[in-house]
């Protein structure tokens, strides 16, 4: 089936420091890949759809200079977190659909301290 | 985690009518999550039920939840064209994982 592997797992960084996460799409190719965050015992929050060749689209309330997407290849996405602050600690996960459903990553759990 | 199969796989209505449509899952579960999915867009969340309950609102939503069952509702009241999409139902997704969504329920809704 449809796998999308995402890394790293996890990541500590300290304040104000940049983390990148990727997410690839490993036996199928994806146009567009989808970020999401979550808070503890919260839902998965849609952040912004990636395109690949192309700008990503945010949804309301996300910043875009701060959390910058780019889908440079039909396998790869990637989410970098710019000058992270402790509440940009969160648990993000992209997915991707090969056709069939949707398929997500094991997520990145990101802590700034 | 485990994937939530919907019910009609679509659904065509009238603006105005009522839009039920139902998610089956296999084990049991802490909570359930319906999400929306416009075309081309990601999944956005409507509304989590949490095992111990039965029934849940929001605004024009119906949730409710058969634990026994394993089956859950969506009815979406006096719907609108802006209704139309795919939606998705998410058994125990809190930790997203590797879990995969089912094809969904693609509700149609004529002005």
Not at chain 1, 20 to 28: A, G, M, N, T, V
Not at chain 1, 74 to 80: F, G, M, R
Not at chain 2, 7 to 24: K, R, V
Request: proline share 3%; charged share 20%; hydrophobic share 30%.
């Amino acid at each position: 089936g449809a796998v999308v592997s995402q890394h790293p797992s996890r990541v500590i960084c300290k304040s104000g420091t940049s983390v990148k996460i990727e997410c690839r799409s490993l036996d199928f190719q994806a146009t567009t890949m989808f970020w999401y965050r979550q808070f503890p015992k919260q839902s998965l929050m849609l952040m912004a759809t990636s395109n690949e060749g192309s700008k990503a689209t945010y949804e309301q309330g996300v910043e875009k200079d701060k959390f910058l997407i780019n889908h440079a290849s039909l396998t790869l996405s990637t989410l970098t977190v710019t000058s992270a602050h402790p509440e940009d600690s969160s648990f993000y996960i992209c997915s991707a659909s090969a056709g069939s459903g949707y398929t997500f990553g094991s997520g990145t759990r990101l802590t700034v301290v | 985690s485990q994937q939530g199969e919907e019910d009609p796989q679509a659904l065509s209505i009238q603006e105005g009518e009522n839009a039920t449509m139902n998610c089956s899952y296999k084990t049991s579960i802490n909570n359930l999550q319906w999400y929306r999915q416009n075309s081309g867009r990601g999944l956005v969340h409507l509304i989590l039920i949490r095992s111990n309950e039965r029934e849940k609102h929001s605004g024009r939503l119906r949730v409710t939840l058969d634990t026994s069952k394993k089956s859950s509702s969506l009815l979406i009241t006096a719907s609108r064209a802006a209704d139309t999409a795919s939606y998705f139902c998410a058994p125990d997704n809190t930790n997203a994982g590797k879990s995969t969504f089912g094809d969904g329920t693609t509700l149609t809704v004529k002005p």
